[in-house]
């Protein structure tokens, strides 16, 4: 885009937004720290975060929080935050079903992942956003005009780098450390109910993500799944080396064998006949993988798994796991 083009993008996106900033109890400087009007926090003081738009003034105890994508969202609620306002992805109606009902109630719902609906973000008069740069980083001045907005770079396999930014955001620091302390913890519990460490890396594990409109995926190591893989100490295929950047080898149905592995994880993205689940799973390749032979084909729940991105998503994934791997 021509860089005429993208200021007038810009202005027309300021202007659209002209009549739901005015409804903000206080403005925001070009640094993204509060301006010298009121706050609804009560508290000005702010402390500088480096983002991956640079060094962000935040305030140092945000009470109206906006996230803009799950993994915003996980750290929110396992910091004992509440946003008052959140994205969905586009394949949910609402906030991920993992999350239990009474901790999401009362969170006003902004629009979907990656296009979030900036009015209403602005209504909220907020005093901190939380996303990601690869989600919402084409509309940065639209969002920390409204707000001071922290972002992460991406998502995924970054998920504990953020989690320590998110952290600092919100001045839960303290917080985060028994979070990390306790998910290290029942890491070790899982390896060792598993069989211990010995016998989890004697064990391959591959993850088959089936999706509506694409190959199937054969996660590798760079990302979310393959993260927590990783911490459990399982064994991985030597398929997962030739993923893509870490993240997955995508193959037809035609070539799933390659998935095979001593056992494996499934999940689907959109409708199972579309995403060519049944079929697959159906097919004489799949009913010979090892895998299937052995019955140690786990179906599980794709918003948890791979949409989740979060340190409460990952212990629910790791109790699942212990019980399909223990059962």
Known sequence: MAPSTRRRGLALGALSLAGALALSACGFSESGGSASGSSDSGDARTHTVKTAMGDVKVPVHPKRVVVLDTGELDSALTLGVQPVGATHSASEDSFPSYLPASRTKGIK????????????????????????????????????????????ESTGSAWKENFQLHAEALGKQAEAKKVVADY????????????????????????????????????????????????????????TDKAKDGFSYDVSPEKIDLADADVVFTSTYGDPAKAGTTKTMNSGLWKGLKASKDGKVFKVDDRLWIAGIGYTAAGKILDEFQAKMTG
């Not at 719902?109 to 907020?126: D, H, M, R």
């Not at 211990?196 to 391959?204: H, I, R, S």
């Not at 054969?218 to 399982?234: C, F, M, P, R």
């Open 184 to 239: 290290d913890a029942h890491v070790a519990k899982v390896t060792e109910a598993i069989g211990g460490k010995e016998k989890a890396a004697a064990t391959d594990v591959n993850f088959v993500r089936f999706v509506e409109g694409a190959d199937i995926r054969i996660y590798g190591k760079q990302n979310y799944i393959g993260s927590i893989l990783t911490d459990l100490g399982v064994g991985r295929p030597a398929i």
């Open 109 to 152: 719902e902004v629009g979907e992942i990656a296009n979030p609906n900036l009015e209403t973000v602005a209504s909220l008069k907020p005093d901190l956003i939380l996303t990601s740069k690869v989600r919402d980083g084409d509309r940065y001045e639209q969002l920390r005009a409204i707000a001071p907005t922290v972002m992460t």
